[in-house]
């Protein structure tokens, strides 16, 4: 089943596009963007910038072993920012020939920017 975007008259190449019109294309994207969102908020409004050093890698073993300083949240962020529009695009590339593929990559984004955002949220209750 196609699903009718309410701002295909905007975009007019969309409407000849088969595979931005699929519902799992459409959930997947939706989902990670709305994940990635929740990440760039939550990294804006809990770190403060600061001089001091935060912990960025925490074992059960050694506690924390890798410190940086505090924009390197937002790298945390910007990845799945980045990993979205990479894998959407790839997806794209890939749907004609690998349809299969192209599901298990945006689904895999997904699954990643949840990870990243579960990690974030873990990472940042060390800092404050």
Do not use: Q
Request: glycine fraction near 4%; proline fraction near 7%.
């Amino acid at each position: 089943m196609l699903v009718k975007l309410p701002f295909m008259p905007l975009f007019p190449s969309l409407r000849k596009d088969l595979y931005h019109r699929l519902p799992w294309v459409i959930w997947n994207v939706a989902i990670s963007f709305v994940l990635n969102a929740a990440t760039w908020v939550y990294v804006y409004f809990t770190i403060e910038p600061s001089v001091d050093p935060i912990p960025l890698h925490i074992t059960v073993y050694f506690g924390i072993d890798f410190i940086g300083p505090f924009w390197y949240f937002y790298l945390l962020a910007a990845s799945g920012t980045l990993m979205t529009i990479f894998n959407g695009g790839v997806g794209r590339m890939l749907y004609r020939d690998e349809p299969r593929l192209a599901a298990a990559l945006l689904t895999f984004t997904t699954v990643m920017n949840a990870f990243l955002c579960a990690i974030t949220v873990y990472l940042s209750t060390f800092v404050l």
